[in-house]
């Protein structure tokens, strides 16, 4: 299984958004098209991918939000904005929930959320520009790979990071959350993962 792990220091941590403005839901759009570009290709979708979002905005940080691709889950690129304003309106306090088939949200902070992936064994990278091409790394099946919206990752959190994790690089300039997402699948993809 593959991870995604996105974090956004403003994204809002309810449902009381407008989807016909994500600019001011904390940025939402960037996690919107991170979901579409870990989930989606051209008349298909990813299996073995699961997207983390973790939400650090007003107005209950943090909130984490899991979706995978399950095949009762009747989804399309043009409804993941209502989708995750949807599973943050269902939110119970102390629980993990199933909203909707491999849709859950609870309140787990972004540094339990990378814990709780190596306590499974799953290889954890974090997106850095000095890290290790990714090209030159081999990867294995069970791997993760972090990276955060337009403001980047917490100082304090990204040095922390950077002990237990390894450093991987998708070249030298600065892509969105997006796009790095796509090369990163991309060179999955071509190494067979």
């Given at each position: 299984?593959?991870h995604?792990?996105?974090?956004?220091?403003?994204?809002?941590?309810?449902?009381?958004?407008?989807?016909?403005?994500?600019?001011?839901?904390?940025?939402?759009?960037i996690?919107?098209?991170?979901?579409?570009?870990?989930?989606?290709?051209?008349?298909?979708?990813?299996?073995?991918?699961?997207?983390?979002l973790?939400?650090?905005?007003?107005?209950?940080?943090?909130?984490?939000?899991?979706?995978?691709?399950?095949?009762?889950?009747?989804?399309?690129?043009?409804?993941?904005?209502?989708?995750i304003?949807?599973?943050?309106?269902?939110?119970?306090?102390?629980?993990?929930?199933?909203?909707?088939?491999?849709?859950?949200?609870?309140?787990?902070s972004?540094?339990?959320?990378?814990?709780?992936?190596?306590?499974?064994?799953?290889?954890?990278?974090?997106?850095?520009?000095?890290?290790?091409?990714?090209?030159?790394?081999?990867?294995?099946?069970?791997?993760?790979?972090?990276?955060?919206?337009?403001?980047?990752?917490?100082?304090?959190?990204?040095?922390?990071?950077?002990?237990?994790?390894?450093?991987?690089?998708?070249?030298?300039?600065?892509?969105?959350?997006?796009?790095?997402?796509?090369?990163?699948?991309?060179?999955?993809?071509?190494?067979?993962?």
């Amino acid at each position: 299984m593959k991870h995604f792990i996105y974090f956004s220091s403003k994204a809002r941590t309810s449902g009381n958004f407008d989807v016909n403005n994500l600019m001011k839901a904390g940025r939402m759009d960037i996690a919107i098209h991170s979901i579409i570009s870990a989930l989606f290709l051209s008349h298909d979708v990813r299996k073995d991918v699961k997207v983390h979002l973790i939400f650090y905005g007003a107005p209950d940080p943090p909130k984490h939000i899991e979706i995978k691709i399950n095949p009762e889950l009747n989804i399309s690129k043009k409804d993941i904005g209502t989708l995750i304003k949807k599973i943050l309106y269902k939110y119970k306090k102390g629980e993990r929930k199933e909203v909707f088939p491999g849709c859950f949200v609870e309140k787990r902070s972004f540094l339990q959320v990378i814990d709780e992936l190596q306590e499974k064994g799953v290889e954890v990278f974090i997106l850095d520009k000095k890290g290790a091409d990714i090209r030159k790394t081999q990867i294995h099946k069970d791997c993760a790979f972090i990276l955060g919206d337009q403001e980047g990752l917490p100082k304090k959190e990204f040095k922390r990071l950077k002990k237990t994790v390894k450093s991987i690089s998708i070249g030298p300039k600065t892509y969105f959350a997006s796009q790095t997402i796509s090369i990163v699948n991309n060179e999955l993809d071509r190494q067979g993962n």
